[in-house]
Each structure stands twice: as C-alpha cells, then as structure tokens.
C-alpha cells in the first residue's frame, strides 16, 4: 500500500504546476465531401466532420467518438449517417453528435469513399478492396469478385448498378449489388480516376490526368466530355444544373446536360477546390485551407461561410532533423517549424497529404505516403524528392534505422531494405507471413517488425531472415514497438503494453499505472525514459523501463495521442486533429527526481558484482528489498548500517529498482547490471 500512496503523491505534486501547451498549428485542411439529410450538411475534413443546420451560415464540428478526424466521404442509410476516415467507417443516429465504429471489420482499415445503393452499404478501402454491410454498417463482408485494385477512389451509384473508381485500374461496375465485379474501361485511357457522378441518364468520370470522360450506356463505352475542364475533383446537381468543381479553376456550371460550361466563380477567392456538394437550394465547395463556400444563386456568387472554424492537422508523426521540427498528418499534409512550432510551412513537394511515417538521419528526412512510396530530403525537410527504385509497395506505413540501413514497413508487401539512403529498396520477408507491417524498431543490431495481426518478428541478419517472437503476448496486433536498453515494448490495440527482454524467451505485461486493456498508439524514448501515447488522449512516462507509469498529460486536449518526439528543450506531441502540442523535458525529467528521491544513492551504476547502498536515515533500521522491472522481488536485506554492499553477481544483466523503506519514508532508485 504504501508503494501505491507514494506514486500518487508524485503525480497529484506534478500536475499541480505542469502543462502541456499546444503550437501554433499544423493548420488542417482539405473539405473532401458533403452529404445533406434534409436538415443538416455535413462536411468531412482533414479535422473531423463540421454540420450546418441552417444552410452554412454556421458550422460546427461534430467529433465525438470518432477516433480519427482525417474524414473522407459520407453516406445515409434511414437515420443512420455514415463517414469514413483512414481508420474505419463511423455511424451517427443522433445528426453527428456522436459518432461509433460501425462494425469492426474495417477497423484499422483506411477507407477512401462509401456509397449507399438500395440500403446496402458499400465500402472502398486502400489496399483491401471493397466492403459490403447489408445491416447498416453492424458487419460487413469483402466483396472482392473480379477486383484486382489497390486503390479504390470513390464509390457511386446511378440508383441501379454501383461503380467503382480506382487509382490504376480504372472503373468497375457490379449489376448484382457487389457479388461480382467487371472493369469498364472501353474507351479510357487513363486509368486513375478521381470522381464520378451519374446525372440525367449519364455518367462522368474525371482523372487526374485532367480529363473528363462521359457514358450513356452505364459504362459500357465512354468518350471525352466535349468542354475539357481540368483537374475535376468533384460534380453536383442543383435545380437541373450540373456543376464539376476544378482544382485551381474554381467551379463550372452547365445549364444544357454538361453539354457547355461556363466558369461561375465570383467571390471564390480560393480556386484550390477539393469538394462540391448541394443542399436542397444551396451549393458548397470545400478548399484545401478547410474553408468552405457557399451560393444561394445556383453558383452566380459565393461567398465564405466557415472562416472562423480554422482547426488543426492530425499528426500522425513527429520528427526532428537539425533545428527543424517535422509534422507528417494524416490528410493534410507535411509541415516543418523552426522556431519550435510557432510558425509551420507546409511542403510542396510530395505529392500527397497523407503522411504515414516520418524519421530523420542527420540532415536527411524520409517521409512514408499513403500510395506515392518514400519521399527524401537531405535538407532538414525544406524539399522533398520521391524514391521508391525497388519499392512493390507504394503505401509505407513505418521507418527505422539499424547501422547504416534504413528500413521501411509497407502495409501490404512487408519490409524493405537500403543501404544507399533510400536510393534503392529491396524486399526482405523471408520468414514474415504478415506483409501490413505497423511498426518498425532496432536496438543497433537487431531489427524488430510489428504487424497487424500477427505479432512481432525478429531479424538479427539485417531482414535476411525473421523469426516470430510471440510467446507471452495475448494479441498479435501491434500497433508500436520501441527499443530502450535491453528491453524491447510492444504497444498493442486493446492489452496495452508489454515487454520482452534481451533473452527473448516471453513477453511480460508492462502496463502497471496504465487504463486497463489501453489502445497504445505511440511509443517513444528519450534517454532512460520511455513515453507512451494512448488513444483515449492521455501520455504516460515510465522512469524504470516500463515496471511503472505515471500519467504527465495534464492540460493536454484532444484524442487520440498519434506521435511523440523530443527537440531542443521540448517533448512534442501529435493530436488527432489537434496538431502538436508541447511541453518542457525539464518538467517531465523533474518527476524522475520526484519519484527517485536523491537521498538515496547505489553505486557504482552500471555495477557488475557489488552495488553499496546509502542509507539516508541515520541509526534507523531500514528494509531494502531489490527487484526486476516487473516487480518481482529478487532480494531483501534489513539493516541499520549507513552503508550496505550487496552480491549482485547471480542476477542477469538488466534494469533493476531498490526500494528503501523506514516506517515513515520510503526511497526509491534504480541501477543496471552490467
């Protein structure tokens, strides 16, 4: 009991004067849908989903319960309103005041666009395919017949066949609600498709190679739209108008079945358009700064009608090169600050703004995409180039270093190697049967590869080889791995976090102080010290290798915690649409001196054979008992000597605590065996 009243005592004492404060940005971005259910608009964004009730002349953000904000796409089925994000489909029956997982089938899963077509829900996902629920998104089940894409972009339907456009692989249409699936690509020749739309007895399809291509026979044959309108991000229909929505070109308008068009586009001061969508009298278009405007004249004049609603990026990784701060978000681009995140700069130079992983070498950073591969900078994140010579994968989900090698996850081929600085890339999986890797780690010498769902491996010849390593772990879902001394951390989806330890015979629960069967989204280290981040908003420390943690993100809003990462004087912290937040490392290291009370000294440390302990009560008998990092009692001495020397010759090599305890006080330390 009393070990428990100390803990508390510590983390009651530090909260009281420490905070966590949040920068100036990332700014988020980037209105990818609209969907109207006769009393709401909803908006997806890169920072969740925004409603009007009253036509746009104000929104609000409905985020509660949604576990990612990078929102996609929408769909109704009854009371239901559907959304996706890049980590599964989320459900409202309460106009978006609440948010659930519909279903866990899809969980984890990045999926790009939803459709409803005679109550049957259909989902298009990145890398598995398409999803179908015939319960209003409770289950689903893969409904793959004839898919061979990896991309699926958007998903539509003319009210009788559904279509679906990929990156790559051009249309497919099902005729018999997703059991089978056909390519309709007559006619196409560019074969990565970024929209479609069915209006007046036709179909649309616009690339992103600027051309918008046109069917009247369901797909069967198509031709090029007689008007060229480039970079077609997305059509609308208001009162017998059709409108296509141009990326760098403002809106169109057609008045004749899209066989003209005129620019409509006074008072749009932003051309960046990433959406278009109608209510019942009034049309919207969505931009790349996250604004969004509106017209009540069928597209005569605009004008903006969210300019207060500015929100953050969600920032799924941190990074720091130099002096430069490095921000990768899920859906809205890479960003660097030097100047500690008071100012951020987007880049320009990757050609996607989903970031998946970010890690820096020195000067060079390496930045993982969504479906572009790697990106590379040798200037501390100013550009960026793509590399990807010898990638099968472009969707890089995890970055590591060993030596002179980087190493890079994918999330459907599993590891590559380079030993050039990502100038090239070779596959190494032999002895891997999970190819969508989650996390990456190396102690030096070893690599480690956390999977989605089965486990962690082990490579000691540079990738040549792997072994699973999954004795002991109650799940083989992994969502972070981190190295610190000896000890290797898993952090997983719902069992929290475990330990192995340099013998690599079992992993070990390492979750005391911990919510119980904690959501682990991040791990990192700085020094001695291990962080963790959780998907319920809140960052733990661990001072003694993960036998305990203590709680040090008060002040912190916003969930879930996605990335951490220690610059300059500063613990980081990426939010789920919250951007990075920071807090001094001279507040976090003080619990450290708060919770090992000094007076207590072992030395020598790192010890081989003999430690001698300190005793800081004079002429009191004290009790010091010596245990591993998970608890288990090793040694107990009673003595009243100022000074005791202990054999420590027969325990391993590893982290071990000592506790030192009167009837009133209790120290606690920690040594190595080395």
């Known amino acids: 009991m009393k070990k428990i009243i100390t803990l508390l005592v510590v983390v009651l004492t530090f909260n009281c004067y420490a905070q966590w404060q949040p920068t100036n940005g990332p700014a988020g971005g980037y209105v990818r849908n609209f969907i109207f259910d006769s009393a709401f608009v909803y908006a997806a964004t890169g920072g969740g989903v925004l409603a009007t009730a009253n036509n746009g002349s104000s929104w609000l953000f409905r985020n509660m319960g949604l576990n990612s904000c990078d929102t996609k796409s929408f769909a109704r089925i009854g009371s239901y309103v559907f959304v996706s994000t890049d980590e599964n489909v989320f459900r409202s029956d309460d106009n978006g005041l609440n948010w659930q997982p519909a279903g866990t089938e899809l969980d984890g899963k990045y999926v790009k666009t939803i459709v409803a077509c005679h109550n049957v829900l259909f989902a298009g996902t990145y890398l598995h395919g398409i999803y179908r629920s015939q319960d209003s998104g409770a289950t689903w089940t893969a409904v793959n017949n004839g898919i061979t894409a990896k991309y699926i972009y958007w998903l539509t339907t003319d009210g009788a066949d559904i279509y679906a456009a990929t990156y790559g692989n051009g249309i497919y249409r099902t005729k018999d609600l997703g059991n089978s699936w056909t390519t309709i690509n007559s006619g196409i020749t560019d074969l990565n498709i970024m929209t479609m739309k069915a209006f007046a007895g036709k179909l649309y399809a616009s690339t992103m190679g600027s051309v918008v291509y046109v069917s009247s026979d369901s797909g069967n044959v198509w031709t090029v739209m007689a008007t060229s309108i480039p970079a077609v991000k997305g059509f609308a229909a208001l009162n017998g108008n059709f409108y296509a929505a141009s990326y760098g070109n403002g809106v169109y308008k057609s008045t004749d079945s899209a066989q003209t068009w005129v620019a409509v586009n006074t008072g749009l001061t932003e051309t960046g358009i990433w959406a278009i969508g109608a209510s019942d009298s009034v049309l919207f278009v969505g931009v790349s700064s996250g604004h969004i405007y509106r017209s009540t004249n069928n597209g005569l004049s605009w004008s903006l009608c969210n300019g207060s609603n500015t929100f953050k990026a969600g920032v799924g990784s941190i990074a720091s090169s130099g002096t430069t701060l490095i921000a990768g978000s899920h859906g809205s681009q890479l960003f660097t600050s030097t100047n500690g995140g008071l100012n951020w700069t987007a880049t320009s130079t990757i050609g996607t703004v989903e970031i998946r992983s970010v890690i820096s070498k020195g000067a060079m950073v390496l930045a993982?995409?969504?479906?572009?591969?790697?990106?590379?900078?040798?200037?501390?994140?100013?550009?960026?180039?793509?590399?990807?010579?010898?990638?099968?994968?472009?969707?890089?989900?995890?970055?590591?270093?060993?030596?002179?090698?980087?190493?890079?996850?994918?999330?459907?081929?599993?590891?590559?190697?380079?030993?050039?600085?990502?100038?090239?890339?070779?596959?190494?999986?032999?002895?891997?049967?999970?190819?969508?890797?989650?996390?990456?780690?190396?102690?030096?010498?070893?690599?480690?590869?956390?999977?989605?769902?089965?486990?962690?491996?082990?490579?000691?010849?540079?990738?040549?080889?792997?072994?699973?390593?999954?004795?002991?772990?109650?799940?083989?879902?992994?969502?972070?791995?981190?190295?610190?001394?000896?000890?290797?951390?898993?952090?997983?989806?719902?069992?929290?976090?475990?330990?192995?330890?340099?013998?690599?015979?079992?992993?070990?629960?390492?979750?005391?102080?911990?919510?119980?069967?904690?959501?682990?989204?991040?791990?990192?280290?700085?020094?001695?010290?291990?962080?963790?981040?959780?998907?319920?908003?809140?960052?733990?420390?661990?001072?003694?290798?993960?036998?305990?943690?203590?709680?040090?993100?008060?002040?912190?809003?916003?969930?879930?915690?996605?990335?951490?990462?220690?610059?300059?004087?500063?613990?980081?912290?990426?939010?789920?649409?919250?951007?990075?937040?920071?807090?001094?490392?001279?507040?976090?290291?003080?619990i450290n001196n708060l919770q090992i009370n000094t007076p207590l000294c072992v030395y020598p440390n790192p010890a081989k054979d003999i430690i001698t302990i300190e005793n800081p009560q004079l002429g009191v008998q004290v009790v010091i008992e010596i245990s591993d990092i998970r608890g288990r009692l090793l040694k107990t001495i009673k003595t009243n000597s100022t000074k005791t020397n202990i054999d420590i010759s027969s325990i391993p090599r590893a982290a071990y605590m000592v506790e030192l305890r009167t009837e009133k006080n209790v120290w606690v330390t920690k040594f190595v065996k080395d």
């Open 368 to 590: 993982g995409t969504d479906m572009l591969g790697i990106f590379i900078s040798t200037n501390n994140g100013a550009s960026f180039s793509a590399s990807n010579t010898g990638l099968t994968s472009k969707w890089i989900q995890s970055l590591a270093l060993c030596g002179s090698k980087i190493f890079a996850g994918s999330g459907e081929s599993g590891v590559f190697i380079s030993a050039d600085n990502g100038a090239n890339w070779s596959a190494v999986n032999n002895g891997i049967t999970c190819y969508n890797i989650s996390a990456l780690a190396s102690d030096g010498i070893n690599v480690y590869a956390g999977t989605a769902d089965s486990g962690v491996y082990i490579s000691d010849s540079a990738g040549t080889n792997w072994t699973p390593i999954n004795n002991g772990l109650p799940t083989t879902r992994i969502t972070a791995l981190q190295h610190i001394s000896n000890y290797l951390f898993a952090g997983t989806k719902a069992n929290g976090i475990f330990v192995l330890t340099d013998d690599g015979t079992s992993w070990n629960a390492a979750s005391n102080g911990l919510p119980l069967n904690s959501n682990i989204r991040c791990l990192y280290v700085y020094g001695t010290i291990l962080f963790a981040g959780t998907g319920i908003g809140e960052i733990y420390a661990s001072y003694d290798y993960g036998s305990n943690w203590i709680l040090i993100s008060n002040g912190l809003t916003g969930s879930p915690v996605l990335s951490l990462c220690a610059s300059g004087n500063y613990l980081y912290s990426g939010i789920n649409a919250g951007g990075v937040w920071k807090r001094l490392l001279s507040e976090i290291t003080e």
